[in-house]
Each structure stands twice: as structure tokens, then as C-alpha cells.
Antibody
Framework: QVQLVESGGGLVKPGGSLRLSCAAS????????MSWIRQAPGKGLEWVSY????????LYADSVKGRFTISRDNAKNSLLLQMNSLRSDDTAFYYC???????????????WGQGTLVTVSS | EIVMTQSPATLSVSPGERVTLSCRTS??????LAWYQQRPGQTPRLLIY???TRAAGFPARFSGSGSGTEFTLTISSLQSEDFAIYYC??????????FGQGTKVEIK
């Protein structure tokens, strides 16, 4: 069965850095486009970043552009998010999510991880 | 950026009632619209995609309709497990993929 398991969240001071990971299993990871989506506690959903199946194409929300870097290691079935220059408004649960069909971009997200909490506070 | 507007923000209903949730987009998204269900303390689950196709695992009491800029999620007879927050999301025009602010369906 498809599983996405995030890790790497925690408490970090403003201006600090954190690296999130998402371990994928139960499907051919290298075939699927992946995204990070976040949710501030008690708030709605915000798409953060996308990476193509081969890692060559990436996209970012304006709110994180220039500070976050998405990447993937298909050999290790792993999705990564390097977060630098963190701010208090980056505090959120971060979910990795999969597009529901391989090699297709205009698709919804069918599997989500359980999320990892990032708290940015002094 | 396509702006998603959901209404109402909160819906107080009794079990067994019919529920209709609305989602409007600032420009056409064709039928590239999804609905997600998020129960308290849980991860969002894909409920409807393509505006009207029910995802695996969801019963027939859930239905979606609409195209262009106006969409509706209907729950024909609300069950206790349906009390949750429902989000719409467009995947027609990106970046960014955008979500509505959510409609909370709570017990009356």
C-alpha cells in the first residue's frame, strides 16, 4: 500500500534552517510528481512546492521562493525540502503529497503523509 | 493566481440532513477541481476529483457537480463520520495550486 512518511520537523529559531524528508513506499516513486503542502495550526491548506518525477522541474509558492529548495532522490524513494531563513509564518504542519496519476501534472493529490510540524519561534 | 472562495465557512447540521457546500473560482478551472475531507486531527483525504468523480473509499452519498467557476459538494444524508472540514482545490492553472479556505461541517 502507498505510504508517505515525513520527518525532520521541530522547533527552530527565526532565521534558522530545517530539512524535511518524506519516505515513500508502495508505489513506483520515480513515476510520480510530488508536492509539499502546509497547514498552519487551525488554518487552511497552502501548496508550497512541486517537483517533477525526474527532479528536473521545480515550482514554488511566492511565499517560500528563494528560501526553500525541493529535491528528490529516486534511488532512495525520498522527497526533501530544505528550508532556510525560516520565519514565524512558516510555522505549520508540512505534508508531502502525490499527484494521483504517474507523469501527469493536471491532477489532484491522492495520497498525503501524516505531516511533520515545523515551529518557528524564539 | 486563481482565488478559491468556499461558502459557508461553517455549516451546523443534524445527522441525516442533506448538505450542500459551494466553491467558486476567480477564473475558469474547467473540471479540474477536487474536494478533500479533513477530519479532526487527521490528514486531508481526496474525496472528489474531476469535479464529480468520487475517490475510492467514499460512499455514494457524496457527490460533486459543476464546471467552470462554480462547484458544489453534496452529502445526501449526513452521517456522524462526515463531520469534518471540506476543502476545494483547483489543479487547472499553476503555480500555484490553490485551495479554498474550507467549510466546517459541525453537529447542530
Amino acid at each position: 500500500q502507498v505510504q508517505l512518511v515525513e520527518s525532520g520537523g521541530g522547533l527552530v529559531k527565526p532565521g534558522g534552517s530545517l530539512r524535511l524528508s518524506c519516505a515513500a513506499s508502495g508505489f513506483i516513486f520515480s513515476d510520480y510528481y510530488m508536492s509539499w503542502i502546509r497547514q498552519a495550526p487551525g488554518k487552511g491548506l497552502e501548496w508550497v512546492s512541486y517537483v517533477s518525477s525526474n527532479g528536473q522541474s521545480v515550482l514554488y509558492a511566492d511565499s517560500v521562493k528563494g528560501r526553500f529548495t525541493i529535491s528528490r532522490d529516486n534511488a532512495k524513494n525520498s522527497l526533501l525540502l530544505q528550508m532556510n531563513s525560516l520565519r514565524s509564518d512558516d510555522t505549520a504542519f508540512y505534508y508531502c503529497a502525490r499527484a494521483d496519476r504517474p507523469q501527469q501534472l493536471l491532477r489532484p493529490f491522492d495520497y498525503w503523509g501524516q505531516g511533520t510540524l515545523v515551529t518557528v519561534s524564539s | 493566481e486563481i482565488v478559491m472562495t468556499q461558502s459557508p465557512a461553517t455549516l451546523s447540521v443534524s445527522p441525516g440532513e442533506r448538505v450542500t457546500l459551494s466553491c467558486r473560482t476567480s477564473q475558469s478551472v474547467n473540471s479540474n477541481l477536487a474536494w478533500y475531507q479533513q477530519r479532526p486531527g487527521q490528514t486531508p483525504r481526496l474525496l472528489i476529483y474531476g469535479a464529480s468523480t468520487r475517490a475510492a473509499g467514499f460512499p455514494a452519498r457524496f457527490s460533486g457537480s459543476g464546471s467552470g467557476t462554480e462547484f458544489t459538494l453534496t452529502i445526501s444524508s449526513l452521517q456522524s463520520e462526515d463531520f469534518a472540514i471540506y476543502y476545494c482545490q483547483q489543479y487547472n492553472t499553476w503555480p500555484p495550486w490553490t485551495f479554498g479556505q474550507g467549510t466546517k461541517v459541525e453537529i447542530k
